[in-house]
């Protein structure tokens, strides 16, 4: 397939201070876009001028949710050149998620040359002060008028961008986590392990019943028992516990996160030992109290790496040691993102460069 340049004619002004960049309000001049039909395959691939796209209020997506996503990162080295963090990892997850939701796949390699060339023609757009990056959103959306529940045989795949600022605005602070103990987000046999849209729509409520109770984030159960700690939000979780890692285990019901990988890798070449284990909310409970568990993050794109400062759970408010961001945890969130900024080698292979 030919990736065709569509003439760009206007663009937007640009946040000049860098600072006051947030997440995901601001996008780019240019959109990548691609068609899909049953007879031709993907066809039509260009990139053109960001804009909304117009879609019949039949749609199968506006009813039912036939929509994937990903979401990675470009970022600005000192030098002033651009690197993606393991984006074939991120094209890969989109064809995961593309399969369990009944919608085509994508030709990876294409896919992956049209993102570069998109970010290439909009490289003024990654901003340059610390932390700041350029958030990718691919996205896939089934575009055929009809009511009634099948695979569709029309469908849109997109790539937007958005400058973000960094995310530690202050410098990388804890997060207070609330267990849910009624909700659950994926149940085995599920969809949690795809990014698609309907899991994030259903997590609304208990992000509600958090921020109501002062929280800032869902800490999700497993589905069957309501026993055991699974993820966050968007963020996969690791704990420290005694002198071990402890992670829950992928299974269906977990997003693989590329944050998460990219993490237990460091952490086995640092020396530690690794359980990809389930690990219930009492051991987590437990642990905070008498100190076996040490310190406890998110990882995940956006935030890269976000401590644990305390918890609660049906009632019971538990803090992690002092509620400050634990040693560890600030060493891998230096680490990565000293391999994401290009502050240090990358011995692993996960950093694309422009
Ligand atoms: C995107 C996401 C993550 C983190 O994945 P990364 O690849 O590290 O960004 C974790 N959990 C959920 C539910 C997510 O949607």
Request: glycine fraction near 8%; proline fraction near 4%; hydrophobic fraction near 40%.
């Amino acid at each position: 397939m030919q990736l065709k340049i569509l003439p760009q004619t206007d663009s937007k002004e640009k946040i000049s201070d860098e600072s006051q960049l947030a997440f995901g309000t601001q996008f780019t001049d240019r959109m990548f876009l691609m068609e899909f039909d049953r007879e031709k395959g993907w066809h039509s691939a260009r990139i053109q001028p960001y804009g909304p796209l117009s879609l019949d209020p039949a749609a199968t997506v506006l009813h039912y949710s036939q929509e994937i996503f990903e979401g990675l990162k470009a970022f600005r080295r000192a030098d002033g050149s651009i690197a993606l963090f393991r984006p074939k990892d991120n094209i890969s997850r989109f064809n995961r998620s593309a399969k369990r939701m009944c919608k085509p796949e994508v030709d990876e390699d294409f896919l992956l040359e049209s993102l570069l060339e998109l970010i290439r023609l909009e490289a003024d757009w990654v901003p340059k002060s610390e932390g700041t990056s350029l958030y990718i959103r691919p996205t896939m959306i089934s575009s055929e008028a009809f009511l009634g529940v099948r695979p569709a045989d029309q469908y849109l795949c997109y790539i937007i961008l958005s400058p973000v600022g960094a995310y530690y605005k202050g410098g990388i602070a804890p997060v207070k986590i609330w267990i849910s103990d009624h909700y659950v987000r994926a149940a085995h046999g599920g969809t949690g392990e795809a990014k698609t849209g309907g899991n994030y729509a259903a997590s609304l409520m208990a992000a509600k019943e958090a921020a109501e109770n002062g929280y800032d984030q869902v800490l999700w159960l497993d589905a069957r028992e309501k026993k055991y700690v699974e993820e966050v939000g968007s963020m996969n979780m690791v704990f420290l516990y005694d002198d071990k890692i402890v992670t829950s285990p992928l299974g269906g019901t977990v997003l693989d996160g590329i944050t998460r990988r990219s993490t237990l890798k460091l952490l086995a070449d640092m020396g530690y030992q690794i359980e990809e284990r389930a690990m219930s909310v009492d051991e987590v409970m437990e642990g905070a109290k008498n100190g076996r568990l040490k310190e406890a993050f998110g990882t995940g794109t956006a935030v890269v790496i976000s401590p644990v400062g305390s918890l609660c759970y049906q009632g019971n408010f538990v803090q992690l040691g002092k509620g400050e961001t634990g040693e560890l945890t600030m060493k891998l969130y230096k680490q990565l993102t000293d391999i994401q900024y290009g502050r240090q080698p990358d011995r692993y292979d996960w950093v694309v460069n422009l």
